[in-house]
């Protein structure tokens, strides 16, 4: 059965830390791996991973997949109060459908 | 630019009462389309998944159903609510190589 496994479940962190969040992932004909942002309501797409060790960054984020580990973190750093959220990792297969399977998320908060 | 439209935002029914929640997507052909769920604070669980009009893939038994009518439209029913279907609903599109798009939500209440 393919997964997807993230930790920690939930982080609590002061403005101005980095954090790391973590994702792996177990599923059968992998083709990429997403990072999204959620607020309140629908998710936001922050990421999309294909290759190894190539890093992706966007302003203070930045992500990076090892698909000979099967794993991925998503960097933030000097957090900022309006990073509190729940983040969530997702994997997309050759499968039909082509549907992404998501994993729990990671619940941040960034105290200020 | 694709848009993607989900109502109502907010649901409280009753046990035992129907359901119909309405996705429909601008701005694009032929998407596929899906129903996940998403319980208080966690990930998202996936429901239902459509390739085309009138191809429904159901990923987990359950008292939900969904229907494609449309090439853009994608329906999430049920005939009985229970408590357990309370839960936060979303709407997703994507093509074969993108992220999915997703809609606002609709936070469903079961009292």
């Known amino acids: 059965e393919d997964k997807v496994v993230q930790s920690p479940l939930s982080l609590v962190v002061h403005e101005g830390d980095t954090v790391t969040l973590n994702c792996s992932y177990e599923?059968?004909?992998?083709?990429?791996l997403l990072w999204y942002k959620q607020e309140k309501k629908a998710p936001t797409f922050l990421f999309m991973l294909?290759?190894?060790?190539i890093e992706k960054k966007s302003g203070r984020l930045s992500s990076i997949l090892d698909k000979k580990e099967l794993f991925s973190i998503l960097n933030i750093t000097a957090t900022q109060t309006g990073d509190s959220a729940i983040y969530l990792c997702?994997?997309?297969?050759?499968?039909?459908?082509?549907?992404?399977?998501f994993g729990k998320g990671t619940t941040l908060s960034v105290s200020s | 630019s694709q848009t993607i439209h989900q109502w109502p935002a907010t649901l409280v029914q009753p046990v035992g009462s129907p359901l119909s929640l309405e996705c429909t997507v601008e701005?694009?052909?032929?998407?596929?389309l899906y129903w996940y769920r998403q319980a208080a604070g966690r990930g998202l669980q996936l429901l239902f998944y459509?390739?085309?009009?009138?191809?429904i893939s159901s990923e987990v038994p359950q008292n939900l159903s969904a229907s494609r009518p449309q090439d853009r439209q994608f329906i999430l029913s049920s005939k009985k609510l229970l408590l357990s279907d309370s839960g936060f609903y979303l709407c997703?599109?994507?093509?074969?190589?993108?992220?999915?798009?997703f809609g606002q939500g609709t936070r469903l209440t079961v009292v």
């Open positions: 701005g694009t052909s032929n998407p596929n």
């Open positions: 294909t290759s190894s060790g």
């Open positions: 997703a599109w994507k093509r074969r190589d993108t992220e999915a798009f």
């Open positions: 459509s390739v085309g009009i009138g191809q």
């Open positions: 997702a994997v997309g297969t050759y499968q039909a459908g082509t549907a992404l399977i």
């Open positions: 599923v059968t004909n992998f083709r990429s």
